[in-house]
């Protein structure tokens, strides 16, 4: 996941990793411990400066960004399989936003 280094919401982030670990691996960091070359803010979650560089999180203003990254790149996942993570993303996403309404 990339969040916004802004915004992290740390909780949210973790509430949407452990939903897709339920049907998929987590990419690993480089042996430097980093993703796209940026230090991990958790497992599977860097914080990026995501108004500066213009990333479509920062387009609502939202309490809760992310952006989500499955991609079948590993011979560990099929198309199919990134497909579920997404929806599990999602899902994980709403789950925390409806267990978490009184933080809106």
Known sequence: LVADEDKPAT???KAIIENVKKCTH???PDPDGKIIDVSLASEGVINVPGTKLGLC?????G?????????PDSK????G???KAQVAAI??????????????
């Not at 309490?63 to 991609?71: I, R, S």
């Not at 560990?76 to 198309?79: G, L, N, Q, R």
């Not at 994980?92 to 409806?98: K, V």
Request: proline share 2%.
């Open 81 to 83: 399989m990134c497909n």
């Open 91 to 104: 899902q994980g996403a709403l789950d925390f936003i409806m267990q978490n309404k009184k933080m809106l």
């Open 11 to 13: 909780d949210f982030q």
């Open 57 to 61: 999180m920062s387009l609502t203003g």
């Open 63 to 71: 309490e809760f960004l992310t952006t989500t990254e499955m991609y």
């Open 26 to 28: 987590i990419a690993p």
């Open 76 to 79: 560990k996942v099929t198309d």
